[in-house]
């Protein structure tokens, strides 16, 4: 949701000229400071901003993106398996058209996978389908060694969209058999019915299968452990619920989250305040601000930063009020830039607002607001053990 400053928006932020009414008042109500979800020489992205988020020192959880998302799906690493993100892409024209294959559906997807599994049996590696152009690849040490296939070089496909993907293709020991993986993928890929169907209604079809964001388990301490509460996550993606796995939190599955722009937005915070009930916060996560940025669509990234506002941040808000011991946590991950259709790296806004947060001068919420209050997190997975810390003991929270 973050961004930098847009010469279309006469040098502006999306979140500076989108009409988030609910989070102005959440700030206004509050506090909005800043916050670095991206620890420096680590690379931006969502496996590591939101490990900050969460409250988890990366240098010391992050073991890759991967492995938190098999993690989610129940899938338990042998000490000889790496696991690897795979998406879905369209490469075209030498360039990387689309890192999510024009957002194919999951059912589409997973016959995709099938056809994979069934094609390359004979590789050391086995795909599980996951949700849209989001799965994974489990490969298992031989020829290769484990520390080969976790030190191998690879490019997240959303880093290089409308570029020369060549140049990006995995590099290191381990990188011939992945780039085998990827070239194998395009033949069982091609004239396949589901490509077929999707070329023949004007919609890009997944060529091929692109393997990224490679780990090994990570260790992390039970949230209740090292915090003393309890709580619950709600998202459409594999990724931030890993986390939630990982860190022994209550996973919510909400039908019709699908990470973009048609999530289910009611279901999700219909989700978020019945957990509250029984668990002490819920993490309630949406991925179309940096869908769309990463597609570049300055657009369709003001549409999901109000959708989020309106269908999220305001009833929990309305809930807030009612129940009176609630706090609101407005943030991002890291910054998603419109300019560079990328992540970058560099401190976040965040807002805070319920019981015992004196409020500070700020009346909306975006990154020029944050930056006037002259708060900072330098070390992002601080920010969250310091809500926790200075909240009421059993008072409930909503993390948005």
């Known amino acids: 949701m973050a961004d930098f400053p847009v010469a279309e928006l006469d040098g502006r932020t999306p979140l500076e000229v989108a009409n988030t009414p609910a989070m102005d008042e959440v700030a206004a109500l509050g506090i909005c400071a800043l916050f670095n979800p991206i620890p420096e020489g680590l690379p931006p992205g969502s496996d590591i901003g939101n490990l900050s988020v969460f409250g988890y020192n990366p240098r010391a959880t992050y073991t890759g993106r991967a492995p938190l998302e098999a993690a989610r799906r129940g899938i338990l690493l042998a000490e000889n398996e790496v696991a690897f993100r795979c998406n879905l892409v369209t490469l075209a024209d030498g360039l990387m058209q689309s890192f999510t294959a024009g957002h194919i559906t999951t059912e589409e997807a997973t016959q995709l996978i099938h056809a994979l599994n069934e094609a390359l049996a004979e590789l050391p590696i086995r795909f599980s389908p996951g949700v849209s152009y989001r799965h994974l690849g489990i490969i298992t040490a031989g020829q290769v060694s484990v520390d080969d296939l976790a030190s191998v070089f690879c490019t997240p496909p959303h880093n290089i969209t409308d570029q020369k993907y060549e140049p990006h293709l995995p590099e290191g020991p381990a990188g011939k058999l992945l780039c085998a993986v990827i070239e194998r993928s395009a033949d069982v890929f091609r004239g396949h019915p589901v490509n077929q169907a999707r070329e023949a209604s004007g919609k890009p079809p997944a060529t091929h299968a692109w393997l990224w964001g490679q780990g090994r388990s990570p260790i992390m301490e039970p949230f209740h452990e090292r915090f003393g509460i309890r709580g619950a996550v709600v998202s459409a993606v594999d990724l931030v619920n890993g986390i939630g796995v990982c860190a022994g939190l209550e996973v919510l599955e909400v039908p019709g989250a699908t990470g973009y722009l048609d999530t289910n937005y009611a279901g999700k915070v219909a989700a978020a305040l019945d957990a509250l009930d029984r668990v002490d916060f819920a993490y309630v996560h949406v991925e179309a601000p940096d869908e769309t940025a990463h597609e570049g669509r300055l657009d369709l990234k003001l549409q999901a930063i109000e959708d989020f506002d309106a269908k999220i941040v305001a009833p929990c808000l309305e809930y807030a009020k009612e129940r009176g011991d609630v706090r609101i946590l407005v943030a991002p991950d890291h910054v998603t830039a419109l300019s560079t259709k990328t992540h970058a790296g560099g401190a976040v806004p965040f807002a805070l607002c319920g019981p015992g ?44």
Request: hydrophobic share 45%.
């Open 357 to 400: 947060i004196v409020p500070d001068a700020a009346v909306s919420y975006s990154e020029r607001a944050a930056q006037d209050s002259g708060l900072l997190f330098p070390d992002g997975h601080e920010m969250l053990p310091c809500v926790i810390q200075s909240a009421r003991i059993g008072a409930g929270a909503i993390l948005t």
